[in-house]
């Protein structure tokens, strides 16, 4: 490169070429050295600044992340010392630009041994652009300096385009639950015009530094910003390699409308933001937040964070784009390792997948060497990706020879084979990215009548994010996840208040149990729940359920029936539980069916019988169907329920919010 | 008594979320220590058992130390097109590229043709292919010997032209 004085194809693309003043960016025209005492320019360009009111300005506060208090005055959100010049750069926005203007008079260092060291210029070019072009900087009268270490982060990204990556919801990791969302800078230059070699951009993603191994510790801390978050640049291949290889989750990929000058200013504020840490919180302030936050500093055009709601969900960040007309240019889908080998499975037929799993599983299907090689090629391309869901892991991880060896044989088999491969074209799914999903919050209010209460009217409602019934659209429909989830009921006739449910979290994972993947169906719910059996009718009794085993699905995922083993235990004072104590463990069989019809109509029906022992009663059960039909964000609801002591009818209107 | 009921249900809630948050979550074996820019040295180098935790909190599976924007940027910090970029690459892509080239075609041969400096993805595909025993002979091997080995074809094998690899 070049540019060794200073990243002038930075400060050209950041400022649109158009708006320095003196020699706009032709380069290389050396600028005298300013003395440091307070240059008259520099004098003039403070007061300015002052003038105008640059210390207060919008694009000015985003930048340095600066948010009004509750009782007046500003806080950034940053929590490096190193994010600011001035002593109370942290407060005091306008202390802060004036710093930034006197540092850019500073004189060179010497040998800086790190990029704190180095020049203002050089540690905050997003900033300097911003004053540049706010202030119409004279390049004649400003000692540009050489920012090696700058420019090596731009010659590393050469960004040409940037995206925002969505990577699904992934329920085995419970801080990534939501789905995760990160910056992809695109290098387009590669290649001939139109090929697209997405894996050698940069993934640039905000996270957590965890300092824990405990647990509770860890879930502690992540809620309550003990823990550090900060901004870190890779090549996008170890994401892709990451989340839609080791973890099979399908990315979608929302290419942003940036002009070329905001663009620039991205890459130059990631690199501020490189030299910063936030406090994590996982609710709030996450990985989805401070991704919008560098955007709007970056194009103040954008209101993004308006857009979502004070907890921060992946999904709703996508909203948000969608929330600027025009900002989306495109959108892509990266299928993940299982939609891949689902989609070639797709295309074979029954006695062909028995000897896809023969061969998966190391052993040699008939009169296999004999086969077309088209066919060859297909089954083996096939059992190549069903070995690499299965097993692709613990090969990573190095921990299972034999999967290894599996694998190998199977490549070398391919290999032997002197035939290309087709490449394997996979349309989105129909039910959509994030952005068509429901709100995640729910909100219902209906009637209905019960034959141990008479009539009710019942309230419920939900924080986040998704169950079985609610709109399929933007959802996987295997999976229900829910947080803060309560029904409670009014009841005329005895004028009381009756709490039904009160669920910290909900979850149900549906996996087909079919001829590829033997994989089980779970499902865990902790909270507090209405007791409706003889065991204490009426007692509010908190708990925790978890169940396992089989499911078979069809349709896409449309159609879902479950089998599950099912372990419980409740407690509450009054219970009579396990040997007359409070604390009441129950297991047995539940089961459940679902049935998406279209994107309007959802059914579910539940059932669950449990043993209680040394309880009394000995035994419980619990029947439920539900039907939902789904209007835009309204939906319509007919929910019926069974137990030892009542069955009641509800039928509710449900309305979905951000 | 309603107070009480309360704790009761919020200590059986913390005992078996503090459950469910300990279960599940993978664990690596380090085996691959701190060689090369392939994924088992990111994810697994130097931290064993503590990658369940990591992969619960981070929000990614594989470690974040070596990729800081400003500092310590790790030779698996870029992949361009070029000797270096090209080794990164294909340590980085090691499984995934593995697979492609068995199958003689796929996302990775197209981007490694790129970074080489190649004439024509298909030519690479078809030499790779061909060569496969030899040049991916297992994850037995030293991730650097994977990618010494496909440069060296790639460089060695005149027909695909790889100027950038020269």
């Not at chain 1, 200073?6 to 649109?16: G, I, N, R, V, W």
């Not at chain 1, 890779?234 to 399908?250: I, Q």
């Not at chain 1, 549906?510 to 089980?520: A, D, Q, S, T």
């Not at chain 2, 043709?113 to 298909?122: E, M, N, P, R």
């Amino acid at each position: 490169m070049k540019h060794r004085r200073f990243p002038f194809a930075f400060l050209c693309s950041a400022l649109a070429l158009a708006s320095v003043r003196g020699e706009a960016c032709a380069a290389d025209t050396v600028p005298p050295l300013g003395p440091e005492a307070e240059d008259p320019y520099l004098s003039e360009l403070i007061a300015a600044a002052r003038a105008q009111g640059l210390g207060h300005d919008k694009a000015w506060l985003r930048l340095g992340r600066w948010r009004p208090r509750l009782l007046g005055g500003y806080e950034s959100e940053a929590d490096g010392a190193d994010f600011f010049l001035a002593h109370d750069g942290k407060k005091d926005p306008a202390a802060e630009l004036e710093a930034m203007l006197r540092g850019l008079f500073a004189p060179e260092p010497v040998a800086p041994a790190d990029v704190r060291a180095d020049h203002p210029q050089c540690r905050f070019p997003a900033r300097f652009a911003y004053l540049a072009r706010r202030l119409g900087l004279d390049q004649a009268r400003i000692p540009l300096r050489s920012c090696p270490r700058f420019a090596d982060f731009w010659r590393r990204v050469s960004g040409r385009s940037v995206a925002l990556v969505f990577s699904s919801y992934y329920l085995n990791n419970p801080s990534s639950a939501f789905g995760h969302t990160f910056l992809r800078l695109g290098k387009s230059d590669l290649g001939t015009p139109g090929e697209r070699f997405e894996l050698v951009d940069q993934g640039v993603d905000y996270a957590a530094t965890p300092d824990t191994s405990n647990a509770v510790l860890y879930a502690f801390k992540g809620l309550t910003g003990l823990f550090r978050g900060e901004f870190t640049a890779r090549p996008y291949f170890y994401k892709v390699r990451e989340y839609a290889d080791y973890e099979s989750r399908d990315m979608w990929e929302y290419e942003l409308a940036l002009q070329p000058d905001e663009l620039a200013m991205l890459i130059g504020h990631l690199w501020e933001l490189g030299q910063t840490w936030f406090d994590y919180y996982y609710a709030t302030e996450n990985c989805s937040y401070h991704v919008l936050g560098a955007l709007e500093a970056v194009a103040p055009r954008l209101e993004l964070l308006s857009h979502v709601g004070k907890v921060t969900l992946p999904a709703d960040t996508v909203k948000a784009l969608f929330a600027n007309p025009g900002l989306v240019r495109a959108v892509r889908f990266r299928p993940s390792g299982r939609t891949q080998l689902q989609a070639r499975a797709s295309g074979l037929t029954g006695s062909e997948l028995e000897r896809v799993t023969e061969l998966a599983d190391g052993g040699e299907p008939e009169a296999f060497s004999r086969a077309p090689e088209a066919e060859r090629v297909r089954l083996l391309d096939t059992a190549l990706d069903l070995v690499d869901v299965r097993h692709g892991r613990a090969i990573i991880e190095g921990s299972d020879p034999a999967a290894d060896a599996l694998r190998q044989r199977l490549l070398e088999r391919r290999s032997a084979i002197l035939v290309a491969s087709e490449p394997l074209a996979i349309a989105p799914p129909r039910s959509g990215g994030p952005e068509r999903g429901h709100g995640s919050m729910r909100l219902g209010v209906g009637a209905g009548a019960s034959s141990a209460d008479g009539p009710l009217v019942v309230l419920d409602g939900r924080l986040a994010l998704h169950d079985l019934v609610d709109p399929p659209a933007g959802f996987s429909p295997q999976t229900q996840l829910e947080f803060l989830k309560f029904r409670a009921a009014l009841l005329p006739r005895s004028r009381t208040i009756r709490l039904d449910e009160a669920t910290l979290f909900q979850a149900t994972s549906l996996n087909g149990f079919g001829r590829l993947e033997r994989r089980v169906s779970w499902k865990a719910r902790a909270g507090a729940i209405r007791v409706v059996d003889a065991g204490c009718p009426g007692c509010v009794a908190g708990g925790f359920e978890v169940g396992g085993g089989p499911a078979v699905l069809a349709r896409g995922g449309a159609l879902a029936a479950a089998v599950t083993a099912d372990a419980e235990l409740l407690g509450a004072p009054d219970l009579r539980g396990m040997a007359g104590g409070p604390l009441r463990p129950g297991v047995g069989p539940g089961g459940l069916v679902r049935v998406l019809v279209g994107d309007r109509v959802a059914l579910l029906g539940t059932a669950s019988w449990r043993w209680l022992p040394l309880a009394s009663p000995r035994t419980t059960f619990q029947l439920g169907a539900i039907a939902r039909l789904h209007l835009g964000a309204v939906s319509l609801a007919a929910e019926w329920r069974r137990s030892p002591i009542a069955q009641e009818g509800v039928l509710s209107l449900q309305v979905f919010a951000r | 008594m309603r107070q009480a009921r309360w704790v009761i249900a919020i200590l059986v809630l913390a005992t078996g979320t503090a459950y469910a948050a300990e279960s599940g979550g993978i664990h690596g074996t380090g085996r691959y220590g701190t060689a090369g820019c392939g994924l088992g040295s990111l994810a697994f180098g130097d931290q064993k058992g503590a990658i369940q935790i990591l992969a619960a909190t981070t929000n990614g599976t594989f470690g974040t130390q070596t990729f800081g924007i400003t500092s310590g940027t790790s030779n698996c910090g870029e992949s361009a097109v070029g000797m270096a970029g090209t080794k990164t690459f294909i340590e980085g892509n090691r499984e995934a590229l593995a697979k492609d080239a068995a199958r003689g075609s796929g996302e990775t041969i197209d981007t490694l043709t790129v970074l080489a400096g190649c004439k024509d993805s298909k030519a690479v595909g078809a030499v790779l292919q061909k060569r496969f025993t030899a040049l991916f002979p297992g994850e037995g091997v030293a991730v650097e010997k994977v990618s010494e080995a496909v440069i060296g074809t790639l460089r060695t094998e005149s027909s695909l032209a790889c100027g950038a690899i020269g």
